[in-house]
């Protein structure tokens, strides 16, 4: 009987030890899994730092030079110093009050007043595998570029003080609400949009503000009699071509992480680009007998547009008709559309940036369904009419916020400090008359 009784209790013993042991590698998983990952990764901070450069270098010199190139040769500076001081102005308000409004603790509308100055963002603070610092400097340049693209739309007549003022007041009223929206939290996230680098965010957003400011500040002196030719179109194709480059920074590097995703956004990156320059090509072949740099250059711009939301989310097959949508659809935006309603966009921001990013905003919606045979993508959605409705509402959101906030702040600046320079400094041109500098002395 003492025998048996002995024999049960070895047989409890190594059943409650069994258990023990299993909870306690439970236990070491789960640990190790929660260290993972709160754990800096080199890879993917070595990759961050990098995609952080690209993007810059999309801004200053890419998006300077682009759009410098395009305008007349009085008004080159004024383009590349407009650049210049956004990229110096969007950093301190990024740092002071932008980046808690957009990645802060708030609610569904904007991020709050908790990271105010960067208050908590330490040496050893993370986002995912990423310090935080970087994570924040990425998305700088972001709120560096959005603002800069609507440069474009107002060139060559807007006074530099205004321009300054109306930078600074969207990009804390804009941006940085949209921008939370989407990925700090807000109400668009919770809808699961998607959005996974910027086409609403950076493009609708930025595009929409750039045509109201063209209808409200009219157009340029001579617009439809003179012939406005592109100063250096060879200026153009550089940026053009450091835009594309950067922009493997600007997707890619949206996944924050060095890993299978980032690889394929960089693939479906160069594929749309590709496919929307040719596309863009063809279509002015077509309408004018020849193919013109500048077509195919904007063609290359609005299939970098175009993928931007949806480069995380679709294969090739997907991207390869992201791209020749987007050629089609911007330059019939630019040319078209832009010549029937008369609105003088300078620099087609309108046509390439928001055209472009609301056919990729739509076109993600489909593509990113995994169910589409060759044309998958990665995501399970509920169904593609549903995400469809979720990626309208996004447009038609940020298309109503941009547009209706970009109005109230020009036509405040209208009657507080006026937005145009005067006949007299336009026909002379902003470069000498605003910076007392020239372009070309020659």
């Given at each position: ?61 890419g998006l300077a030079l682009f759009y410098g190139g395009m305008v007349r040769s009085k008004n080159i500076l004024s383009v590349l110093m407009q650049c210049f001081a956004i990229t110096g102005l969007s950093t301190i308000l990024w740092v002071v009050v932008a980046y808690s409004l957009a990645f802060g ?55 530099f003080s205004a321009m300054l003022a109306f930078m600074a007041i969207w990009v804390v009223f804009i941006y940085a609400p949209v921008c939370h929206w989407v990925w700090g939290g807000g109400w668009l996230g919770s809808w699961e949009v998607l959005d996974f680098a910027g086409g609403t965010v950076v ?240």
């Amino acid at each position: 009987m003492e025998d048996l009784t002995q024999s049960s209790g070895r047989k409890y013993r190594n059943f409650v030890g069994r258990i023990a042991k299993i909870v306690s590698a439970i236990g070491l998983l789960a640990t190790a899994n929660i260290a993972s990952a709160d754990e800096l990764s080199a890879g993917d901070t070595a990759w961050m730092l990098t995609s952080t450069v690209l993007v810059l270098f999309m801004t200053i010199p890419g998006l300077a030079l682009f759009y410098g190139g395009m305008v007349r040769s009085k008004n080159i500076l004024s383009v590349l110093m407009q650049c210049f001081a956004i990229t110096g102005l969007s950093t301190i308000l990024w740092v002071v009050v932008a980046y808690s409004l957009a990645f802060g603790e708030g609610n569904w509308f904007w991020g709050g007043f908790d990271k105010l100055f960067l208050s908590g963002v330490t040496l050893d603070s993370l986002n995912g595998t990423i310090p935080e610092t970087v994570f924040m400097t990425f998305q700088m340049t972001f709120a560096i570029i959005t603002p800069a693209l609507i440069v474009g739309a107002f060139a060559e007549r807007m006074k530099f003080s205004a321009m300054l003022a109306f930078m600074a007041i969207w990009v804390v009223f804009i941006y940085a609400p949209v921008c939370h929206w989407v990925w700090g939290g807000g109400w668009l996230g919770s809808w699961e949009v998607l959005d996974f680098a910027g086409g609403t965010v950076v493009h609708i957003n930025a595009g929409i503000a750039g045509l109201v400011a063209a209808i409200v500040l009219g157009k340029r002196q001579g617009y439809g009699a003179t012939a406005m030719r592109p100063n250096n179109l060879g200026y153009t194709l550089i940026g053009a071509a450091m835009l594309w480059v950067g922009w493997f920074g600007f997707n890619a590097g949206s996944q924050l992480a060095a890993d299978g995703v980032a690889g394929m956004a960089m693939a479906v990156t160069q594929v749309a680009t590709a496919a929307a320059a040719l596309a863009w090509m063809f279509c002015e072949w077509k309408v004018h007998g020849k193919p013109s740099a500048l077509g195919i250059a904007s063609g290359a711009v609005a299939g970098l547009v175009a993928i931007t939301p949806a480069s995380g989310y679709v294969g090739p097959m997907g991207a390869l008709i992201i791209g020749i949508a987007s050629g089609i659809g911007c330059y019939w935006a630019s040319t078209k559309v832009k010549n029937h309603f008369g609105y003088d966009d300078s620099l087609d921001v309108f046509g390439v940036h928001c055209i472009g990013g609301i056919i990729g905003a739509m076109l993600t919606g489909i593509f990113a369904s995994n169910a589409l045979g060759a044309f998958s993508g990665s995501q399970e959605i509920a169904s593609i009419g549903t995400q469809l409705v979720n990626q309208g509402v996004s447009v038609v959101a940020t298309l109503a916020y941009s547009g209706i906030g970009s109005y109230v702040i020009l036509k405040l600046l209208d009657k507080l400090i006026g937005l145009r320079v005067s006949e007299d400094v336009e026909s002379e041109g902003l470069d000498l008359t605003l910076h007392d500098e020239r372009g070309y002395n020659i």
